[in-house]
C-alpha cells in the first residue's frame, strides 16, 4: 500500500508540504482537493518519486521509495499509471505508439494482445479511430484522454490522476469517473485522484481528504464532507469568496 509519513517540501521559502501523513487503502479512490497551489500535483509527484521531499518518507507496498535505489524506484514505478494534470504524450510518436509505450516496456504481451488493448483502453476513454493519428492534431481533451488511456493500458495496481476531468466537457467527465469506478470493481485498481471538481468527487470517492496549508486539513467520506462544519471545506465546495481564506487574505494586504 501507499503510505506518505510526515513529508515536507519546500521551494526557497515557499513552504508547499508541512508535515503531510496520509495511507491509502487497497482498492479505494481517494479523493485530493484544494486550492489551486496548495501542493496537490507535488504531493503526487513525491509520491510517484519525481520529487524528493525534504524530510519524512513514503512507502510503496513497503518500500520508502526516498530511499531505495532508482532500479528498485524504476521496478515501484511499474505498478503505478500516471496521469499528468499537463497531458505529456510523445509527439514524435502516434496515438497508438503512445498508448503501447507502457505495453512494450512494461509487459511480455505479443502484437496482437497489444493491438487489443489499446483498442481497448481508448474505447474506455471514448475515442476510436485515431490510432494513427499524431498528438498535435487532437484536441486538449481528447490529449487527456489518450493520457488517461496510457496510463492503465498496461493494468497497474495504482493510477494516480492529476485532474483528469480538466477540460472535458460533462459527457467526457462522466465517461471518465465511470471508467475509474469501473478499474476499481473489476481491477481493484487503488487510485488517488486530484480534482477540484466536485461533481466527480461525490461520484467516485471513498474518501476524500482537503490539502491545505501544507497539510491534510480534512479526511471524510462524501456525506461527510456534505456535512462538515469545517469552514475551509465547506469554503472550497461552494466555491465561496467569502469565507476564512479571504479573511486571511485580507489580513495580508492590510499587512501590505
Ligand atoms: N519546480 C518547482 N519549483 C518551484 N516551485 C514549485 C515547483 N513546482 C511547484 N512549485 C510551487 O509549489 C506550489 C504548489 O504547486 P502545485 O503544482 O503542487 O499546486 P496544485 O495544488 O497542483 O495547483 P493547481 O490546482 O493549480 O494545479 C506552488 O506554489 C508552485 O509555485
Ligand atoms: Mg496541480
Do not use: W
Not at 530511499?67 to 514505478?77: Q, V
Not at 472535458?168 to 487510485?191: E, G
Not at 496549508?213 to 465561496?240: A, L, M
Request: proline content about 3%; aromatic content about 8%; charged content about 25%.
Amino acid at each position: 500500500m501507499i503510505k506518505v509519513n510526515n513529508i515536507y517540501k519546500n521551494f526557497g521559502s515557499n513552504v508547499v508540504l508541512n508535515g503531510v501523513h496520509l495511507d491509502v487503502r487497497a482498492g479505494e479512490v481517494l479523493i485530493i482537493m484544494g486550492f489551486s497551489g496548495a501542493g496537490k500535483s507535488i504531493l503526487l509527484k513525491n509520491i510517484i518519486g519525481l520529487v524528493k521531499p525534504d524530510s519524512g518518507f513514503i512507502e510503496i507496498d513497503g518500500i520508502d521509495i526516498t530511499k531505495c535505489s532508482l532500479e528498485k524506484l524504476h521496478e515501484i514505478r511499474k505498478k503505478i499509471g500516471y496521469v499528468f494534470q499537463e497531458v505529456a504524450l510523445f509527439d514524435s510518436l502516434n496515438i497508438f505508439e503512445n498508448v503501447a509505450f507502457g505495453l512494450r516496456n512494461l509487459t511480455t504481451l505479443n502484437e496482437s494482445e497489444i493491438k487489443q488493448r489499446v483498442k481497448q483502453c481508448l474505447a474506455m476513454v471514448g475515442l476510436k479511430n485515431v490510432e494513427h493519428l499524431n498528438p498535435s492534431s487532437l484536441s486538449g481533451g481528447m490529449k487527456k484522454r489518450v493520457g488517461l488511456a496510457r496510463a492503465i493500458a498496461y493494468q497497474p495496481e495504482y493510477v494516480l490522476y492529476d485532474e483528469p476531468t480538466t477540460g472535458l466537457d460533462p459527457i467526457m467527465s462522466d465517461v471518465i469517473s465511470d471508467l475509474i469506478i469501473n478499474l476499481k470493481k473489476h481491477l481493484h485498481i487503488t487510485s488517488i485522484v486530484v480534482t477540484h471538481d466536485m461533481k466527480l468527487a461525490y461520484k467516485i470517492a471513498d474518501r476524500i481528504m482537503m490539502l491545505y496549508g501544507g497539510n491534510i486539513i480534512f479526511s471524510g467520506t462524501p456525506d461527510e464532507v456534505r456535512n462538515t462544519k469545517n469552514e475551509y471545506v465547506k469554503q472550497f465546495v461552494r466555491g465561496s469568496s467569502q469565507g476564512p481564506i479571504l479573511i486571511e487574505k485580507r489580513f495580508e494586504m492590510e499587512r501590505i
